[in-house]
């Protein structure tokens, strides 16, 4: 799954770099929509959580557990009651935490899980009788959405939680067979709170036959919910279903962050990110633009996680372009790879940022070409992705930017050390592209490059400046207060 990146190894690293493909479900926000754990007259409910990293490096994990009216959801995971729990899932490892027993009533309610680098999970509930276990579901994490849609019949179990800090509304609809349709039946949740019922509680019309559930935000986005379907049976079987969550839109604040600590957990695991790792602002003015400030902030603008909205790696390109103006800063505006221009010099760190996270190298086209397509004027165009520098001469047009980021793709799979990693990656990522894409370095040098030689020794200056340079404390990002 990993791809030898030497060239790096050799201009850069102290290690080995690897390109890191991730698993389609990892993410750095995990919400499971149902926690189900305690006692009932002659059994038990148990749920288990568990958490896996196929990245190389440790991640830290956060698990909230919140009960149905919003409040702290207390489970004892081995540490005694609680509804708070941090647990660190070691690298290419996973942890499980399953609730031990207590003399406490069945309870339901949500979680919630923050990590530090994007996680794999599953939430198991496993029914024990007696003493024995008689029957385990297990389901995956879901991400807030504004439609959820789900096979349904009158036993059906669903679980509607509110992962905001505000009230919210959404409405249920089930659709029958011949066409009838029943509802809405609205569903009201304070801040953090939590239902879980069965479709017979809201439509006593349903019966056992094939139907649809809808569920849809009253107000959306602003009710973005998280929902969780189990199928059962009237004999008391029950069996998982896949999840119904509907997109577009997607949740965009969990996709970013998402994003955003999977490039950055690479690009410090690889030692190109040393000291503090810089603040994110997730901005929702009506801006399709991005910004580095003072070696220390990173803000992206809703407008243009929706313009790339299809795409991680073109978002995944564009943080790492951000990122690599956060060097140039820390580094007093040292350029490592374009020393006459910093946009063309961020560009190659995004490209390379975003390759060796695992994402796509070509994204830079699309990520330009649909700033180009929505902007629609090449002067404005040009004011993307500003740094905060006062850079003469630092905006082209993006027809240059995608010629200079192609030649540096160019250039790094045509030397000897780069050729086995580029070909190893385009085995995996584009088995079907012709060999000649992008496979020759031409003229580089004329467009301003340094020589690869001269790059090592500068990138050999960044690492010393950045690790001299002074680091100012901050809190690690809050993802809780941005919400
Ligand atoms: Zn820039």
Request: contains cysteine; aromatic residues 10%; negative net charge.
């Amino acid at each position: 799954m990993q791809v030898r990146l030497p060239l790096l190894f050799l201009l850069l690293a102290p290690g080995a770099a690897y390109a890191q493909p991730q698993p389609a479900s990892a993410h750095v926000n995990l919400y499971f929509a149902q926690i189900a754990e305690g006692q009932f007259d002659g059994g038990r409910w148990q749920t288990a959580l568990t958490l896996v990293n196929s990245n190389p490096y440790d991640v830290a994990a956060t698990i909230r557990l919140y009960g149905s009216d919003g409040s702290g959801l207390n489970v004892d995971f081995g540490a005694g009651l609680q509804s708070r729990h941090s647990v660190r899932v070691p690298a290419n490892g996973s942890v499980t935490l399953a609730s031990k027993p207590s003399s406490l009533p069945v309870r339901s309610g949500w979680a919630f899980v923050d990590a530090s680098g994007p996680l794999m999970g599953s939430a198991s509930f496993r029914l024990w009788l007696g003493g024995r276990a008689a029957q385990e579901v297990t389901a995956p994490p879901t991400l807030p959405v504004v439609e959820y849609v789900s096979y349904a019949n009158r036993d059906l179990g669903v679980a509607v939680a509110n992962p905001n800090n505000r009230t919210l509304r959404v409405q249920a609809y089930l659709y029958r067979s011949g066409g009838t349709e029943l509802g809405p039946s609205l569903i009201t949740l304070p801040p953090y709170g939590h239902t879980a019922f069965n479709v017979k509680d809201r439509f006593p019309q349903a019966d056992l036959s094939d139907s649809m559930l809808l569920l849809t935000a009253a107000d959306p986005p602003a009710d973005e919910f998280l929902a969780w379907t189990m199928n059962a049976d009237p004999g008391g079987t029950f069996s998982s279903l896949p999840p119904g969550g509907v997109t577009p839109p997607i949740s965009h604040w969990d996709r970013i962050w998402n994003v955003y600590l999977r490039v950055l957990g690479s690009a410090r695991h690889y030692g190109f990110l040393t000291g503090s790792s810089p603040r994110l602002l997730i901005r929702y003015d009506r801006q399709v633009n991005a910004y580095a400030k003072g070696g220390s902030e990173i803000g992206i603008y809703m407008g243009l996680s929706e313009l790339l909205g299809d795409s991680d790696s073109e978002l995944a390109f564009v943080v790492g372009h951000e990122l690599g103006h956060i060097l140039q800063q820390r580094a007093g505006d040292l350029r490592v790879w374009h020393p006459s221009n910093a946009e063309f010099d961020a560009d190659i760190w995004g490209v390379l940022f975003a390759m060796t996270a695992g994402y796509d190298a070509y994204a830079i086209a699309g990520a330009l070409s649909k700033l180009a397509m929505a902007t629609g004027s090449a002067g404005l165009m040009t004011q993307m992705f500003e740094d905060s520098l006062p850079v003469p001469d630092a905006h082209r047009s993006f027809n240059t930017r995608m010629d200079v980021a192609y030649d540096f793709l160019t250039l790094l799979c045509a030397t000897d050390v780069g050729r086995p990693f580029c070909q190893e990656y385009k085995r995996i990522m584009h088995p079907h592209l012709p060999d000649s894409a992008p496979l020759q370095a031409d003229g580089l040098e004329r467009l301003g490059f340094r020589k690869p030689s001269e790059a090592a020794s500068m990138a050999a200056a960044l690492r010393a400046r950045l690790a001299s340079a002074e680091e100012t404390e901050q809190a690690p990002p809050d993802k809780q207060a941005q919400q």
